[in-house]
């Protein structure tokens, strides 16, 4: 699978541990950076391009890393077409693919550990989309908000 990373100075050591291991398991891994640990880094540097990416589909799937994982799920779910998800169990790894069908699974290096974050993203990566009708029309509904219409029904 073509698999993007990318994460800021918070996750940038579980980031090389994580392509490290996709590349070993047959992956190919394209890096957004950061290259180098900088604290002075910014998390929408690295994950708008991912998420872009992702979107674009030049990667099949995202990673997206940062202290917490929250700041690298919002900014990846400003580009339209991403959907991330911060993610802590593998109940959620696997179902926001299959029922939501989540595109780019955002961690916390403070709040998972690199055992347990390995585990995320394999279920993550293994999950398949289900395709069933009421995923469909809720992805629809997200769709057209993203290009300006509205979504829900009036309450």
Not at 73 to 96: E, T
């Amino acid at each position: 699978m073509r698999i993007g990373i990318a994460a800021d100075h918070g996750g940038f050591e579980m980031k090389a541990q994580l392509a490290a291991a996709l590349r070993s398991a047959g992956h190919e891994v394209t890096d957004f950076g950061a290259r180098q640990r900088d604290p002075a880094d910014d998390y929408p540097d690295f994950v708008i391009p991912l998420a872009q990416a992702v979107v674009a589909g030049a990667v099949e799937r995202g990673i997206a890393l940062c202290s917490s994982g929250v700041g690298a799920c919002i900014a990846a779910n400003k580009v339209p077409g991403a959907r991330a998800a911060l993610i802590h169990d593998d109940f959620s790894a696997r179902q926001g693919v299959e029922d939501d069908d989540m595109n780019i699974i955002c961690l916390g290096s403070r709040v998972v550990g690199p055992a347990q974050a390995g585990e995320l993203v394999q279920t993550f990566i293994a999950a398949r989309f289900s395709g069933a009708e009421r995923h469909r029309r809720r992805l629809a509904k997200i769709a057209a908000l993203e290009r300006g219409g509205t979504a829900c029904k009036s309450a």
